[in-house]
């Protein structure tokens, strides 16, 4: 491991970035959302966010010449110029001092790397590949950004808010595990984008939850299409399923992105999909129906009857129908 990897709290602690243009701007930007007190020193304030920063009073700005005292009252240091021999000596002297330094594209001068970043606060995801190859870090981060739904920091807040009543009202670990599973497949997607309307249906899943000592599994229908035209959320689906029910006509290839180790059942019918989901569900398993719209009586409505019907959590989710000639 060439990297050792590292959160750092910097919520009022001092940062010195060096440099007033594009790069500089994007680095102050993230330490300002992270509660830092950042010090600037630049000849030329080139971007408008920074000035703006500037003229709101939310960062400091060091004036005259470059002073390595400066470093003694920072906690990081950030080299964004494009000026190459200020940015080696700056590194040696924050070397010297013992002051961590992130030489902007030098990975040789630096001392931290910066990485590239998926936030889902509280939940943040790192990326590094120690310098060596960034765009294969942007890609990595541009891959987890379609797997991790928007509202996966929503429901982490709430995870930590609620630690103690979750643990109170599922003691079981193995039943809490589980529950946390069901949260974080989809089952709260409907209401995903009212913050009071998520904590309310949260609750009521653990409410419901510690009743029953037991957590029930969900179903899933997905509509049959090519693969490179299935939604996150049915990828997602896919991939998290202990069960997929294959319907009638359902293409090989359409199964292609799903769960390797997922068990797979052809059904001839949806009264079949419908009994063998519940059967499965009840006993705490995703399961994934997989059906050709247009194709054959009912589509996912029986499946949905019979789980309204039973209480077992249902969703159908929408992507572009596959036509069979």
């Given at each position: 491991m060439g990297l050792y990897p590292l959160f750092a709290d910097l919520a009022g602690r001092e940062v010195l970035v060096v440099g007033g243009g594009e790069v500089a701007a994007r680095k102050i930007a993230a330490l300002l959302r992270a509660g830092a007190d950042v010090r600037l020193h630049t000849r030329d304030i080139a971007h408008p966010d920074i000035q703006a920063a500037v003229d709101e009073g939310?960062?400091?700005?060091?004036?005259?010449?470059?002073?390595?005292?400066?470093?003694?009252?920072?906690?990081?240091?950030?080299?964004?110029?494009?000026?190459?021999?200020?940015?080696?000596?700056?590194?040696?002297?924050?070397?010297?001092?013992r002051r961590l330094i992130n030489v902007v594209d030098d990975a040789a001068l630096s001392t931290y790397q910066v990485p590239a970043v998926v936030d889902r606060s509280p939940l943040v995801v790192a990326i590094s590949s120690a310098g060596a190859a960034p765009m294969?870090?942007?890609?990595?981060?541009?891959r987890l950004e379609t797997l991790l739904d928007p509202a996966t920091g929503a429901l982490a807040a709430l995870f930590a808010r609620h630690r103690e009543r979750i643990r109170a009202a599922l003691p079981d670990l193995a039943v809490r595990r589980r529950w946390f599973e069901r949260i974080l497949d989809g089952r709260l997607d409907p209401v995903a984008a009212d913050p009071e309307a998520l904590e309310t249906a949260f609750?009521?899943?653990?409410?419901?939850?510690?009743?029953?000592?037991?957590?029930?599994?969900?179903?899933?229908?997905?509509?049959?299409v090519e693969p490179d035209l299935l939604t996150l959320r049915a990828l997602r689906a896919l991939n998290e399923a202990d069960l997929i029910l294959v319907g009638?006509?359902?293409?090989?290839?359409?199964?292609?992105?799903?769960?390797?180790?997922?068990?797979?059942?052809?059904?001839?019918?949806t009264d079949e999909a419908a009994s063998l989901a519940l059967r499965h569900a009840g006993d705490g398993e995703r399961v994934v129906y997989l059906y050709v719209e247009g194709r054959g009586p009912g589509g996912s409505e029986a499946v949905e009857a019979a789980c309204a019907n039973a209480g077992v959590a249902f969703r159908r989710i929408p992507g572009v129908a596959l036509k069979i000639s």
């Open positions: 939310r960062i400091t700005c060091l004036h005259g010449e470059f002073d390595p005292a400066w470093l003694d009252a920072v906690w990081l240091v950030v080299a964004a110029t494009d000026d190459q021999a200020f940015n080696a000596a700056l590194a040696a002297e924050a070397g010297r001092r294969l870090a942007r890609r990595v981060r541009e609750l009521g899943e653990l409410d419901a939850a510690g009743t029953r000592g037991a957590v029930q599994g969900s179903v899933s229908a997905i509509a049959a009638p006509d359902v293409p090989r290839d359409a199964l292609e992105p799903a769960r390797r180790d997922a068990s797979r059942v052809d059904v001839a019918s």
